[in-house]
């Protein structure tokens, strides 16, 4: 099947490597608004630079991943899926709930395949819990990074919080029903780090904690479920289950690694795209399930501005996301 990519930053560089990599894949090129920066790509990865998206049909191309700025994710996805291409946007889905409306809107419309780059769900611990998971009542997440210049457009919550949103709705497939939080800009204009309360229909509760402007890199979930505690590492890709073994006549604590086949989790994501667009099966992370990490997403940064009207802080602070 032949592919694109569209967008050569950060992100698209990344899919044009794992795309030449991909065994039944065929990169076609590269479609970039900046020139050099497409002409550098394509020569790193050796393939093309593709002059627009106007010229996609006449290259053979039936899938594209979109990794362009969040703000035109709609506007370019919608024209590729109205084109009769299968895409794959990167997470954010889109700059707001109108705009990944129109995304599932011109992906059923047309027809095509909308797969949303939420790439943890397709990590190996993560792959691990979800066949162990029963009735999880309290996650608590941690997603630090240090200070890069990528993806400061956008508050830390829809670069870095989302994946762990998205990873909770998965796990625990209920409502929201109630949800504090906090954050601050701490080197942007936008909210650096932040942290949020969420509680569930079934009772379950997560405290989600993210940050682009710590000291370290840390990628971790715990969950607790009758009887047993989950660790998962998403660097490590390895997920830890503790419990009471059963028909012991006195408590005994056993570890257990769960099973995690090493797999780079954008390759495993490109590979469940393509395979979805073969097979016309609906994507493991659909339109719908990126417009609920949006959602939740969307409350998220609510909670934040409610909780900084509330204790005061400086308007100045807050001025380029209220």
Avoid at 5 to 21: D, I, L, S, T, Y
Avoid at 37 to 60: H, Y
Avoid at 146 to 174: C, E, K, N, Q, W
Wanted: aromatic fraction near 6%.
């Amino acid at each position: 099947m032949r592919v694109a990519v569209v967008g050569a930053g950060a992100f698209g560089r990344n899919h044009v490597r794992v795309w030449r990599e991909l065994e039944g894949a065929e990169l076609a090129g590269i479609v970039d608004a900046n020139a050099g920066r497409a002409r550098q790509v394509a020569a790193e990865f050796n393939t093309r630079v593709i002059p627009s998206l106007d010229a996609l049909a006449a290259e053979g191309v039936s899938a594209v991943s979109l990794a362009v700025p969040t703000k035109e994710h709609a506007r370019l996805g919608c024209r590729l899926l109205d084109a009769g291409f299968d895409v794959l946007v990167e997470k954010p889905m889109a700059s707001s709930l109108g705009e990944a409306d129109q995304l599932i809107a011109s992906a059923q419309r047309a027809g095509r395949i909308l797969q949303v780059g939420h790439v943890e769900r397709f990590n190996p611990a993560v792959a691990a819990a979800q066949k162990i998971i029963a009735r999880p009542m309290f996650f608590e997440v941690h997603r630090l990074g240090v200070f890069t210049p990528r993806s400061l457009d956008i508050d830390v919550v829809y670069d870095v919080m989302i994946h762990d949103l998205d990873i909770l709705l998965s796990f625990v497939g209920a409502p929201v029903v109630d949800l504090k939080a906090v954050g601050i800009p701490v080197i942007t204009d936008k909210v650096d780090i932040a942290h949020a309360r969420i509680e569930f229909s079934t009772g379950t509760v997560a405290n989600v904690t993210a940050s682009r402007v710590s000291t370290e890199r840390v990628r971790k979930m715990r969950f607790f479920q009758e009887h047993e505690y989950i660790s998962l590492d998403f660097t490590r890709q390895d997920a830890l289950r503790v419990r009471v073994q059963p028909g012991s006549p006195q408590p005994e604590i056993g570890f257990e690694k769960l099973p995690a086949a090493p797999d780079e989790p954008l390759r495993a994501e490109l590979r469940a795209f393509l395979e979805s667009a073969r097979t016309r099966q609906p994507a493991v992370v659909d339109g719908a399930a990126g417009r609920r990490a949006l959602e939740l997403a969307e409350r998220v940064m609510a909670g934040i501005l409610e909780h900084a009207r509330r204790v005061q802080l400086g308007a100045a602070t807050f001025k380029s996301i209220s």
